[in-house]
C-alpha cells in the first residue's frame, strides 16, 4: 500500500523552529515559543502532544533521550530510561524455558517508564513557561479530540481488541480522520501538570501498574527519578564535533560510523556507487559487536576510543563486501508479522531566538510497546525491555534496577569554536544511527542543506529472521535500498558481494523518518535556522517563526 505523502517541510526561521513528525506537535512548540518559552519548553509541549495524537509511536509508558545545547557552553546529554523492577528474576525466568525477553504481553519488558522524568527535567532546568502552559495544548487535544492520523488509524487494527484499549479506540478501529478523544490522558497530563513527577508516578497511573506488576515492581521503584543528566560522547568527523548519548544507547554508532567512513574517504557525492557501499561497511564495523558491549555502565567513550575504531575500520575494503558477522547466538524474540502502521519512536527537535537547542527522541519501542495498557488512564506500556539478555552473566542481562540496551540515538553537531551546526535525530529502531549517518554524510561532507539531506534516498540494513532490536544477529543481512536511489547504488553494492533488496520510496517502516534544524550564519553575522521534516512521515511538519 503506497501511502500519500505530506508536501515537503523545509522551512526558515529567524527567531525559532520545532521539528516535529506531527504538525500538532509542532504548532504545539511554536506557541510556546511564541508565549515566551524556551527550546525545552517548545520540545516538551510538542512531546506531549506527540503523546496524545501518535500513541503507536511514544506516550507516557516509554522513555526519553535528548541531547541539549546551549551558547558557548558544552552540550549535555539527558536519559530518561525506565529501569527494571525490582522484583524481576532471570533465573525464574530461565527455569520456565525462557531464552529471550517477551516483545509482547509481559510486564518483565516493561521497565518503569522514564518518559515523563524527562519532560520534567528539562522543564526545570531549562524551561521558562509554568507546566500548566507547556502542558495545555496536548491536555486541550485529548479533551477536545484530534483527527486520528493514517497512521494511527492503520496502526489502531493491532491493538483495537485489546483489554484497556476503549479509549483510543471505543468503537473499534479507527478511521482515518475520525475524531479521537482521551480523557484518561488528558487527566493524567493535568495532574503531571500541577503536582510534577509524584502525580503521574506515585499518582493515578503509578499505583496502577505497581498493582499490574504482581510483584514484578515495587513502591521505591517510583520514587527515583529515570532522568539521568550526564556527559555526551563526542567524536569529531567532516569538519564537526559530534555528540549523542552514552550507553546504553546504542548512539555511539553513529559517531563511530562517521569515523569510520571519513577515514575510508568516503566523496562528497551520494550518486557514486562507492558511497552507498562504504556506508553501508561503516554501519556493519561499528556495530559488529554491539550485542556483547552495549549494557548499562558500558565504556562510552572506550567504544569510541580512536585505536578500536581503527582496527573496526581495517576489516573494510572498496571493492568488496566485508564477510558477514553474527556475534549474538540467542534466538530474536517473537516478533509476529510487521505491516504497514506499525510504528516506533519519534523524534523532535527544538531550537529558541536564545540559541538553546533540543534533540529529543522518545519511544514506546515497537509500534504500541508491550501491548499492555494501564487501564484507568489508557496509557500504553512500552516494552524497552526487550533489550535485556537473559543469558546468565551476560553483560546486558536482565536485573532489578538495571536499564536496557537501548536503540534511541538522539545527537547533535558543532562546530570546531562550540556553535551548534545541526540537530539531528531518527526513528528507526536498530537503523537509527544508519539513517544518521547517512544524514550526516549528505550534509557535513557533500554539503547539501536539510530538505535535500532528509528528502535524499537512503537505505539500511535488515536482517529478516532476527526480529526488531535484534539486527546484528541475523544470518540473512540485507540491504534494504530505497527505490528512488541513484541508478549506481542497487549495482554498485551487488558487485562488492551485498544482499540487496529494493523498496518503495519514502518507505518509514525500514528507512525511519528524521528530523532536522541547521544553524546559518552569513559571513554578515547573524543566524537563522533552516529545518526539515522528514517527508516519509505524512503527518510531518516543521514550524518556526
Known sequence: MVLPLAPFAARTGLRGMVNAANQLAATAGVEALSQGGSAADAAVAAAAVMAVTSPHLCGMGGDLLAMVC?????PQALLSVGRAGSGVDPARLR??????????GDLHSVPVPGAVDGWLALHERFGRLPAEAVFAPAIE????????SIMLSLASHLVHELPGAGELCPDGALEPAQRVRVPGLARTLRTIARDGRDGFYRGEFGRALLEMGGGIYEADDFTRSAADWCDPLQRRAWGHDLWTVPPPSQGYLTLAGAFMAEHLGLGDNPADPLWP????????????DRPEVLFDGADG???LAEERLLS??????????????????????DAGVRRVGDGDTTHLCAIDAD??????????????????????????????????????GHPAELGPGRRPPHTLSPMLATTPDGALSHLVGAMGGDAQPQILLQLLARMLRGGQDPGTAVAGARLALDAPSAGPFRLWWGHDLTVLVESDAPPGWLDGLSDRGHRVKAIRAFDPTSVGCAQVIAVVRP?????????????RSPEGGTDSR
Open 70 to 74: 546551549r551558547p558557548e557552553a558544552k
Open 277 to 288: 557501499h562504504l556506508i553501508v561497511e561503516a554501519a556493519r564495523a561499528a556495530g559488529r
Open 355 to 392: 540559541g538553546l537547542g533540543i534533540s529529543l527522541t522518545q519511544s514506546n519501542a515497537l509500534d504500541f510497546g508491550s501491548h499492555l495498557i494501564e487501564g484507568s488512564t489508557g496509557i500504553f506500556l512500552h516494552n524497552r525491555g526487550v533489550g535485556f539478555s537473559l543469558t546468565e
Open 95 to 104: 527455569a520456565q524455558g525462557r531464552s529471550t525477553m517477551a516483545l509482547r
Open 141 to 148: 487535544l485529548a479533551e477536545e479530540g484530534f483527527a486520528a
Open 523 to 535: 559571513d554578515r553575522g547573524g543566524r537563522h535556522y533552516v529545518g526539515a521534516a522528514d517527508p
Open 312 to 333: 573496526a575500520a581495517t576489516r573494510i575494503g572498496h571493492d568488496r563486501a566485508a564477510p558477514p558477522d553474527v556475534i549474538g547466538t540467542a534466538p530474536a524474540p
Open 301 to 303: 567513550p572506550g567504544l
